[in-house]
């Protein structure tokens, strides 16, 4: 995932930290996160009144010119192809040892499972929220041929591209355009499946986030969420001083805002009093092998970061300690990949 830092930090940006990932999982920032003291009522309390900014890099761009600059570069679709998220294995993959299997299938595997757990079955209308260039999008846009399907980003170029591999590909049932997911220019009631796919990492406003998505989903249709997670912190178990550090790296490196837990995310779905049989669930062991996966792709073939110079190079070798350190976030129970689903009332009125 990445983001960028705005100059102006204007209503189009995120003031966030420019982008230091290349091996992790790039995703749209959604609403174009807007940093504000009035949010951070629902951040960690050891992290309220801090800015999630950082000095190290100097160069401040928004987050729709920093997507826009990784699309056009290319790497992240050479090694990742057209879904920049995590995938799943299967416990005989997983037993087997992850580089058996294909990486990229792994994306494919993983939205298939995703789609199975949300539990629609033949949805007419879709939004893809925070969709990249748009792999997701095409994919179910193909699943089904008679729906029509749209996916919304900040990056211009991600749109580009997204219609790009669309015509290349004869789908002609999925749009692309840019959208600020917490303030989406779409009517309520509109779409039978709203999917967002890891990009609530992102949100400052995670609950904003989730009453979006809930306004334009029709009744009885189905949102499903997969997001990054943390632990659950209860007052028997509370984050130790070591894990709050461990855990505001994370924040920082990749300039996440915060993050929360799944069963947080099912506390905002039911709390919007629209949304039933509200289910989380922690994807945590399926999705692991990701982490180590997305190294290994790079260390057998270098060759297009070593041919794009040592700029990228660079960046994407300072890297790998981030991602070792999320992997292990991960293993160690800090982090939790949560998937969360509902459907809105059928009577489209609050419970």
């Not at 790039?26 to 609403?31: D, E, K």
């Not at 919304?152 to 004869?170: C, M």
């Not at 915060?258 to 999705?287: A, C, N």
């Amino acid at each position: 995932m990445q983001q960028g830092l705005s100059r102006s930090c204007d209503a189009q940006c995120c003031c966030v930290t420019a982008p230091r990932a290349l091996h992790t999982a790039l995703r749209p920032a959604g609403p174009g996160a807007r940093w504000s003291a009035a949010r951070q009522h629902q951040m960690p309390a050891w992290t309220r009144g801090r800015s999630p900014q950082q000095s190290l890099d100097p160069c401040c761009i928004s987050v729709g010119q920093e997507y826009d600059a990784w699309t056009e570069e290319g790497v992240l679709e050479y090694y990742w192809g057209e879904h920049i998220h995590l995938g799943t294995y299967s416990e005989a993959e997983r037993a087997a040892g992850y580089t058996k299997k294909d990486f990229k299938q792994a994306k494919y595997d993983f939205i298939d499972e995703m789609l199975a757990f949300s539990g629609a079955s033949a949805p007419t209308s879709i939004l893809d929220v925070g969709c990249g260039f748009g792999g997701t999008s095409r994919h179910l846009a193909k699943k089904f041929r008679n729906a029509s399907v749209r996916g919304i980003t900040l990056s211009p170029k991600q749109v580009q591209r997204g219609g790009e591999l669309a015509k290349e590909q004869g789908v002609t049932n999925v749009t692309f355009e840019v959208m600020d997911a917490l303030a989406m220019q779409i009517p309520d009631n509109t779409y039978d499946l709203v999917w967002a796919c890891e990009s609530g990492e992102h949100m400052p406003d995670k609950k904003k986030y989730v009453e979006e998505m809930v306004r334009v989903l029709k009744p009885g249709g189905t949102l499903v969420i997969a997001c990054w997670c943390q632990r659950e912190e209860t007052p028997d178990r509370p984050f130790s001083s070591t894990e709050r550090k461990e855990l505001q790296f994370l924040y920082d490196e990749w300039a996440h805002p915060y993050f929360i837990s799944y069963q947080e995310f099912e506390r905002l779905m039911k709390g919007t009093g629209l949304m039933e049989g509200v289910v989380g669930e922690d994807w945590t062991p399926q999705t692991l092998p990701s982490w180590l996966h997305s190294i290994w792709v790079g260390v057998v073939d270098p060759w297009i970061v070593i041919f794009k110079g040592p700029a990228i190079w660079y960046k994407t070798v300072r890297e790998i300690v981030t991602i070792v350190r999320m992997h292990n976030a991960f293993a160690s129970g800090l982090m939790q990949y949560g998937l969360i689903r509902g459907q809105k009332r059928a009577d489209g009125k609050l419970a």
